[in-house]
């Protein structure tokens, strides 16, 4: 079955960077289209950043500049590095699988931000 | 980019009764393909969101026929044909037409 297990998140303070990863399985990686979306404490969705199995990449405006996105797919493996991190990017960040699909979400990784 | 709102905020439901909740986008979420990638999905306490309905009407796996999605262009509902007691939590309405990928702020549900 498929399955999205996020890693990577803790405590930081402003400035600080932080690298997030998916690990997938139970589908072909190399094949898929990959997003990251993150939910701030008590807050609704966003979506942050998406890679197509070609490589091509979208990210939202509020991530563009500081976050990467990428993938490894020898290790079945998505990437979220987070550079420049800053209060409001405190949030569970879940990994989905799927250009248009969001059938599959991972259980997140919390990314706390503090001073 | 494109604005989605939902309505309204909250919904208290009676159990077995219908509910619906409403999606508006600010442009409309036809694609040059001819889909519309409207998605709904359902949070509840403490979990990942679970999509019920993708491309406005269809339901996903294992998503009982009480959930449907309707609507076109720039207006879209989620109707449940009866509450149950497992349906409580948040909805989202979320369009994947155009970039950036954009969610409607939540519609949570709660038993009378």
């Known amino acids: 079955q498929v399955q999205l297990v996020e890693s990577g998140g803790g405590v930081v303070r402003p400035g600080d960077s932080l690298r997030l990863s998916c690990v997938a399985s139970?589908?072909?990686?190399?094949?898929?289209?990959m997003h990251w979306v993150r939910q701030a404490p008590g807050k609704g969705l966003e979506w942050v950043a998406f890679?197509?199995?070609?490589?091509?990449?979208v990210y939202a405006d509020s991530v563009k500049g500081r976050f990467t996105i990428s993938r490894d797919n020898s290790k079945n493996t998505l990437y979220l590095q987070m550079n420049s991190l800053r209060a409001d990017d405190t949030a569970l960040y879940y990994c989905?699988?799927?250009?248009?699909?969001?059938?599959?979400w991972g259980q997140g990784t919390l990314v706390t931000v503090s001073s | 980019d494109v604005v989605m709102t939902q309505s309204p905020l909250s919904l208290p439901v009676t159990l077995g009764q219908p509910a619906s909740i409403s999606c508006r986008s600010s442009?409309?979420?036809?694609?040059?393909?001819?889909?519309?990638?409207l998605i709904w999905f359902h949070q509840r306490p403490g979990q990942s969101p679970r999509r019920l309905i993708y491309?406005?009407?269809k339901r996903g796996s294992g998503v009982p026929d009480r959930f449907s999605g309707i609507g076109s262009g720039t207006d879209f509902t989620l109707e449940i044909s009866r509450v149950e007691a497992d349906d409580v939590g948040v909805y989202y309405c979320?369009?994947?037409?155009?970039?950036?990928?954009?969610f409607g702020g939540g519609t949570k549900v709660e038993i009378k």
């Open positions: 989905t699988e799927g250009r248009v699909d969001f059938d599959y």
């Open positions: 139970g589908f072909t990686f190399s094949r898929s289209d």
């Open positions: 890679i197509r199995n070609d490589g091509r990449i």
């Open positions: 442009q409309s979420l036809v694609h040059s393909d001819g889909n519309t990638y």
């Open positions: 491309k406005v009407s």
């Open positions: 979320m369009q994947a037409t155009l970039w950036p990928l954009t």
